[in-house]
């Protein structure tokens, strides 16, 4: 597996992440299959982990978790926490031992998402996903068989979440949250791995259950690393040229409007070339849609998986 620092081009930059090139397999274990009728499963291995359906108003998901979720990540030792904290001497060298662990990690696993392609493991929630009231709702509206309103519509609120957790968050008493508690508290915990699932819309806890509760549980945020494809490079361009063409036309206008005040054009200037810094370099980093397989059986095979592992479920889509 190739790695490549993120940002590629720059130096002297904050860390934002890491570009993986994966050469294989082409069918990973853990995986979304999907079927007409805007229904979606999670696999892992021969063991469904989530149903899914989008209602028909693209304004949410219902979905319905198994409890058979197995982290793809090994256990975390404390001891390495701890070394990891004390031998980075800032926070983007400790966010960045962290991604190369994961990635590791993620490349020997034989029950991990990665497939052929290139991914990338970046820092934090894109600025509209790292909303405070979704913070603090996520350990009292965890349910096991629920909805989750997708940004912006309000429909309902209570359903608004940033991620889904693939198993029960657990309680902020139990032995290991208490530990990572201790960490949270001494600055070592390690960050929460996320994985983008573009069919849901949101981000799926993939390693830190426990963690994630942890650092609820004092009242505080985890770090987060989140895994996602890569926006191919053609389309990244793609996008970026009516950003800079904008740019261009606004700062002509600039520079047209004040001229017989040359510093205030330069100051509203400097702003302009930031304001397009700051979007091209959230474009860098948009994540490419989830790679999803045809689910065998169509929506009939869906709806015996849903029968099967949910019963009595029934979502309702017509809204």
């Known amino acids: ?16 992440g890491l570009a993986l090139g994966v050469d294989g397999p082409g069918r990973p274990p853990l995986r979304a299959e999907v079927a007409d009728g805007r229904r979606l499963v999670l696999f892992q291995g021969d063991q469904v982990v989530l149903l899914a359906r989008q209602r028909v108003t693209h304004r949410g998901v219902h979905y319905a978790r198994t409890g058979r979720y197995t982290s793809p990540v090994p256990p975390l030792r404390a001891e390495a ?40 493991l970046t820092r934090g929630l894109p600025p509209r996903w790292d909303i405070t009231p979704n913070w603090a709702r996520l350990p009292q509206h965890d349910p096991a068989i629920g909805h989750i309103t997708w940004f912006g519509h309000r429909d309902p609120e209570e359903d608004a979440r940033d991620m889904l957790p693939l198993r029960p968050l657990p309680g ?11 960490q949270y508290r001494e600055g070592v915990l390690p960050p929460v791995l996320l994985w983008w699932m573009s069919g849901l819309d949101t981000f799926l806890v993939l390693d830190g259950h426990d963690r994630l509760a942890a650092a609820l549980a004092e009242a505080g945020r985890p770090h987060v690393l989140a895994l996602a494809r890569e926006l191919p490079d053609q389309w990244a361009t ?16 600039l520079e047209r409007a004040h001229a017989e005040c040359p510093p205030l054009a330069e100051t509203l200037t400097r702003a302009a070339d930031r304001r397009l810094g700051q979007q ?38 017509d809204n």
């Open 81 to 120: 926490a701890r070394a990891y904290q004390e031998s980075c001497p800032d926070e983007d060298a400790w966010l960045a031992r962290w991604a190369h662990h994961f990635a590791t990690a993620l490349r020997e696993s034989a029950n991990g998402p990665l497939h052929e392609g290139d991914w990338q």
């Open 172 to 182: 902020p008493g139990t032995a290991r949250v208490n530990a990572y508690r201790r």
């Open 280 to 317: 091209l370099h959230e474009l860098v980093t948009t994540p490419d849609r989830t790679r999803a397989w045809p689910l065998p059986g169509g929506a009939p095979a869906w709806d015996a998986l849903a029968r099967r592992h949910a019963p009595g479920w029934h979502p309702d889509t």
């Open 1 to 16: 597996m190739k790695r490549t620092t993120l940002p590629r081009s720059a130096s002297g930059v904050r860390w934002d």
């Open 238 to 253: 793609r996008y970026a040229q009516p950003l800079i063409s904008h740019h261009e036309d606004h700062i002509t206008g």
